[in-house]
């Protein structure tokens, strides 16, 4: 799904989107990442390439969820400076885990960190209240090949 197809805005009245980080890389991501989306689910996440968007730039080009919360699929950039400020990690990596309790061990399926948007100049510029949730699948084999997927919100942590 390209940036200017708002086809997720055709689903039918009532739909909630309100997925678990489980679901959002086991569902999502992980189907994305292989390029198999079952016919029934749809692609409800589109793609975006989101460092020349301002946060609140994002309404309407993203995925409508819960709240103020918006769902795409972004690859990953070096830089993350957009026109009015920059996206900075803040805190940790939390791992998340499946939840198929197969002889009661839960396993790593992926990683979520945090950002904060900045506005001013890398380095320079002050915090706000839009935090960025990034999440990127964990392989059995191999932790190189990363595909992201992030979560904005307007919070208040």
Same mark, same amino acid.
């Given at each position: 799904m390209g940036e200017?197809?708002?086809?997720?805005?055709?689903?039918?009245?009532?739909?909630?989107?309100?997925?678990?980080?489980?679901?959002?890389?086991?569902?999502f991501l992980n189907r994305k990442k292989s390029a198999i989306l079952p016919n029934c689910h749809p692609d409800v996440i589109p793609d975006l390439h989101l460092y020349p968007y301002d946060p609140w730039d994002l309404n309407g080009k993203a995925m409508g969820g819960e709240g103020k919360k918006w769902y795409f699929y972004s690859r990953k950039t070096q830089t993350r400076i957009t026109g009015s400020g920059y996206w900075q990690p803040i805190g940790f990596?939390?791992?998340?885990?499946?939840?198929?309790?197969?002889?009661?061990?839960?396993?790593?399926?992926?990683?979520? +960190?945090?950002s904060a948007f900045y506005i001013g100049k890398?380095?320079?510029?002050? +915090?706000?209240?839009?935090?960025?949730?990034?999440?990127?699948?964990?392989?059995?084999?191999?932790?190189?090949?990363?595909?992201?997927?992030?979560?904005?919100?307007?919070?208040?942590?």
């Open positions: 200017d197809n708002l086809s997720f805005n055709l689903l039918p009245p009532g739909f909630r989107f309100y997925p678990s980080d489980e679901e959002l890389v086991v569902h990596e939390e791992p998340i885990y499946s939840n198929n309790n197969n002889n009661n061990c839960q396993k790593i399926i992926g990683m979520k +960190k945090y890398p380095f320079e510029g002050v +915090k706000t209240n839009w935090i960025m949730h990034e999440y990127y699948s964990v392989s059995c084999s191999s932790s190189a090949g990363r595909s992201t997927s992030s979560r904005k919100r307007n919070s208040k942590f």
